[in-house]
Antibody
Framework: EVQLVESGGGLVQPGGSLRLSCAASGFTFSSYEMNWVRQAPGKGLEWVSYISSSGSTIYYADSVKGRFTISRDNAKNSLYLQMNSLRAEDTAVYYC?????????????WGQGTMVTVSS | AIRITQSPSSLSASTGDRVTITCRASQGISSYLAWYQQKPGKAPKLLIYAASTLQSGVPSRFSGSGSGTDFTLTISCLQSEDFATYYCQQYYSYHRTFGQGTKVEIK
């Protein structure tokens, strides 16, 4: 079964750090581009970051640029999001999402999400 | 960044109704648009990509149309399991952006 499972969320104080992980299974992870998307409580979806299959190309939303770092370990079938200098407005459910293999760039597989709460 | 304006933000409909949701991009995005369905507490699910291509396993009552700046998601005959929030997303730019969402509620 094709699956993505996020972990690493929790409660952190403003200014703190957290590292999210996304474990992939059921497909050849190293062949796929990946993304992080977040959703604040009761709000819509916000794209956070993109990484190419090799990890050589990376993009960030302006709201997290300079504070968040996306990375991947293809040998471990894992995607990561290092989050530093966290703010209250970073509170959200964080999803990892796979870019579809169809040659199109929609997100065809999503994890169940991990909750990050930034609060003192 | 490309802005996506989705409307309406919510709508009330009955089972069997035809429902239409629209998205407008701030610049032309060709057909690089997807539609997702999200139910409470769940991850989004891809319904349509390339503006009009149905994702495998998605019922044929869902359809998408449009290109350039104006796009439409249509549910031809609303079923009980379709009550959810729907989002469009552009992927013309690597800075992906989503519409604000449309909550489809039971009338």
């Amino acid at each position: 079964e094709v699956q993505l499972v996020e972990s690493g969320g929790g409660l952190v104080q403003p200014g703190g750090s957290l590292r999210l992980s996304c474990a992939a299974s059921g497909f050849t992870f190293s062949s796929y581009e990946m993304n992080w998307v977040r959703q604040a409580p009761g709000k819509g979806l916000e794209w956070v970051s993109y990484i190419s299959s090799s990890g050589s190309t990376i993009y960030y939303a302006d709201s997290v640029k300079g504070r968040f770092t996306i990375s991947r370990d293809n040998a471990k079938n894992s995607l990561y999001l290092q989050m530093n200098s966290l703010r209250a407005e970073d509170t959200a459910v964080y999803y990892c999402a796979r870019v579809a293999p169809s040659g199109d760039d929609a997100f065809d597989i999503w994890g169940q999400g991990t909750m990050v709460t930034v609060s003192s | 960044a490309i802005r996506i304006t989705q409307s309406p933000s919510s709508l009330s409909a009955s089972t069997g109704d035809r429902v239409t949701i629209t998205c407008r991009a701030s610049q032309g995005i060709s057909s690089y648009l997807a539609w997702y369905q999200q139910k409470p507490g769940k991850a989004p699910k891809l319904l349509i990509y390339a503006a009009s291509t149905l994702q495998s396993g998605v019922p044929s009552r869902f359809s998408g149309s449009g290109s350039g700046t104006d796009f439409t998601l249509t549910i031809s005959c609303l079923q009980s399991e379709d009550f959810a929030t729907y989002y469009c997303q552009q992927y013309y730019s690597y800075h992906r952006t989503f519409g604000q969402g449309t909550k489809v509620e039971i009338k």
